[in-house]
């Protein structure tokens, strides 16, 4: 992030995967905020994404130091949403900006009509408590175009790209690193 900056590229969000041990350890936040601080990055550009396991696991210790994240600028993600206990009361106690839906979700839309509507009720979900829906495993553009209809935000998968190093990232067709189009 420092090095587009620097190189004056478009500003891009990142989405940092943090483990229920990493966010548990004492100095966790410090050495975070540290790192951000040194290469100078907004802050505003990062959301840390922890698993339902983080909150149910460790609630009331997990939800100071999100808020201590909050309160500069960074954003939560739930990830993986569904593998775990999906318990509901504790999505709308989070101060979380978005909801990433897991792969096996994906995977079985097109089995009955009992996963399309559940992927339909958690997009309303999402949408009433003005949570971000992504979708994570879109491998085909049949279940792209489902996805869309069922009112999801944003997708991730193969569909889209293999995962890319930083030096092809801007040659990635799709992603405008200068001036975009309209």
Do not use: W
């Not at 601080?37 to 997990?62: A, K, N, W």
């Not at 600028?73 to 990433?100: H, Q």
């Not at 009509?113 to 949570?131: E, S």
């Amino acid at each position: 992030m420092a090095d587009r900056r620097d190189r004056s590229l478009t500003p891009v969000s990142i989405h940092i995967n943090v483990s229920t041990i990493q966010f548990s350890r004492n100095g966790f936040f410090d050495r975070f905020m540290e790192i951000v601080e040194h290469y100078g990055v907004d802050p505003s550009l990062i959301v840390i994404e922890v698993t339902e396991s983080i909150m149910i696991q460790s609630f009331d210790f997990i939800m100071p130091v999100m808020n201590r994240f909050i309160e500069r600028g960074i954003r939560f993600s739930l990830d993986d949403f569904g593998t775990g206990y999906s318990r509901l009361n504790y999505i709308a106690a989070l101060p979380i900006s978005s909801i990433k839906l897991d792969k096996s979700f994906v995977d079985k839309m097109h089995e009955s009509n009992a996963h399309t509507l559940l992927l339909k009720n958690m997009a309303n979900i999402a949408r009433g408590l003005r949570f971000e829906l992504i979708a994570e495993g879109v491998e085909s553009t049949h279940q792209m175009e489902a996805l869309k209809r069922l009112g999801f935000d944003a997708m991730q998968g193969y569909l889209f790209s293999r995962p890319l190093s930083a030096s092809h990232f801007d040659e990635f067709p799709g992603f405008c690193s200068g001036e975009c189009p309209d």
